[in-house]
């Protein structure tokens, strides 16, 4: 039961916050970039960027990028359950009918042209796969002594029967 509460908090997060953080690494620096990131009901998550963006370029040479979702409306000190965390593997969108689903997945109502993401446009859309997930369950006012960690791991498959 607990999974699935932690699935369906996961689930809200991705739903009602808009943008996440896309940490990426390029040779041996780190990079993060915020950005409007929307999970499909398979719980890949789309995004659109420049190709000559920093965190595009670093996803072509390392697949790898840790995502976060979380409640900056939130009170300090209230965290618990507001931030999900997600090990994904991330990579360019080049199938057209995979760019027409991420296109309606984020530009629903906007005049937006598909094609200024394919080919020689100079837009791309991106997709991560989570390979793991957590939420938060500590705030940092709550850490004592014995903590161990102050996230607990969320299966993927909860989060995706919460979808």
């Known amino acids: 039961m607990e999974n699935q509460a932690s699935g369906a908090r996961c689930v809200e997060l991705l739903n009602t916050c808009l943008y996440a953080n896309i940490a990426t690494i390029g040779g041996e620096q780190p990079w993060n970039t915020p950005a409007t990131a929307i999970a499909d009901s398979s719980l890949n998550i789309y995004w659109s960027s420049w190709t000559e963006a920093v965190h595009s370029k670093n996803i072509l040479a390392n697949p790898r990028v840790f995502i976060t979702y979380y409640d900056s409306t939130r009170e300090r000190g209230t965290n618990n359950r ?9 990579a360019v969108v080049s199938d057209r009918h995979e ?3 991420a296109h309606e997945l984020l530009y629903p109502d906007e005049e937006v042209q598909l094609d200024d993401f394919l080919d020689s446009g100079l837009r791309r859309f991106y997709r991560a796969t989570p390979l793991q997930a957590w939420l938060n369950c500590l705030s940092e006012q709550q850490v004592q002594p014995n903590t161990i960690d102050m996230r607990v791991e969320v299966p993927l498959e909860e989060i995706r029967g919460a979808l």
């Open 99 to 101: 760019a027409c689903a």
């Open 82 to 90: 507001r931030c999900l965390y997600l090990r994904c593997e991330a």
